[in-house]
């Protein structure tokens, strides 16, 4: 047995490794939260928001410039169990796999990512979906310059502005000479794929899970939290994290059904998102020519 599970832990690791490298969303937003998920915690941690106290005049008396203490905290729950599974019988593996890697393994990984993505994408649309701010595709500069100008309203510092881009989007502003490229060396296969280039003082980035639109953002606009669920101990597989600890974490495990002869393969992680500070994304939406 002990074979076994070191061979389950190989795929578990394998699998972290390529769902890391399938999340876009997943790595623009705030992570932070995941560490607090221990045993014994539940399935929610609230995550303080950070603001500023603001300073007043001293004109003599302490009293006269302070206030109660008042913190915003957010939950983030993990509310959605994200699963793929997949029978193989006897004849499959016996002459139908290949590479279970490259076959059942990357297939079920990439199902659990997308499921990520849409699941935060998911906190993401409604800011599109109510924006008054809308992009002219023969001239979308000016609601990105706009958004900026929000963001810069809101005392919502440059460092780390992201925009992220629904297709048509990008293909507007792929149209635009004034889009520089980034050098993207170094980043994770699925952001350097995934980044569009830099206009604005935004790092652009295309994701197929937004609709129609555009979020200009930092990374503590949302957060996301993935954890891998405990293994079963009835059955082979283990729970892992990728290697560059990141936090991107998924359980694998097989279960043989003696009666059918079937093994099943499943590969599933907890995932939660949530609008963390709606004050640090601004919503655009793609108005199409007519």
Do not use: C
């Not at 500023?52 to 003599?60: E, H, L, M, N, S």
């Not at 957010?74 to 279970?100: C, Q, R, W, Y």
């Amino acid at each position: 047995m002990a074979n076994i599970f070191a061979v389950s832990d190989a795929v578990a690791k394998h699998a972290a490794s390529l769902l890391k490298a399938e999340l876009v969303l997943g790595r623009l937003v705030f992570r932070d939260a995941e560490a607090e998920f221990t045993g014994g915690r539940g399935d929610t941690v609230r995550v303080r928001v950070p603001r500023v106290i603001a300073a007043k005049p001293f004109t003599g008396s302490t009293a006269a410039v302070t206030s109660p203490l008042n913190e915003q905290a957010v939950p983030v729950k993990l509310n959605t169990h994200a699963m793929s599974g997949i029978e193989l019988t006897a004849k499959d593996m016996t002459l139908n796999v290949e590479s279970f890697a490259a076959q059942v393994l990357m297939p079920q990984v990439a199902g659990v990512a997308e499921m990520i993505e849409d699941e935060i994408s998911n906190v993401m649309q409604p800011i599109i979906d109510a924006a008054t701010l809308t992009i002219d595709p023969a001239n979308p500069r000016d609601a990105i310059t706009k958004a900026g100008e929000i963001l810069d309203t809101r005392k919502v510092g440059a460092k780390s502005r992201v925009l992220v881009v629904s297709p048509n989007v990008k293909r507007a502003l792929l149209m635009d000479p004034n889009l520089s490229q980034v050098d993207s060396a170094g980043s994770p296969s699925a952001l350097r794929d995934a980044i569009v280039g830099r206009l604005h003082g935004f790092d652009v980035y295309m994701s197929p899970f937004i609709k129609d639109g555009a979020v200009a953002m930092t990374t503590e606009a949302f957060a996301a939290a993935i954890k891998a669920p405990a293994k079963p101990y009835s059955v082979n597989g283990a729970s892992a994290t990728d290697e560059n600890g990141q936090g991107y974490a998924m359980t694998w495990f097989v279960a043989f059904e003696g009666e059918t002869r079937q093994e099943r393969s499943i590969v599933e992680a907890f995932v939660g998102a949530t609008v963390l500070d709606s004050q640090r994304a601004v919503g655009l939406k793609f108005v199409p020519a007519p």
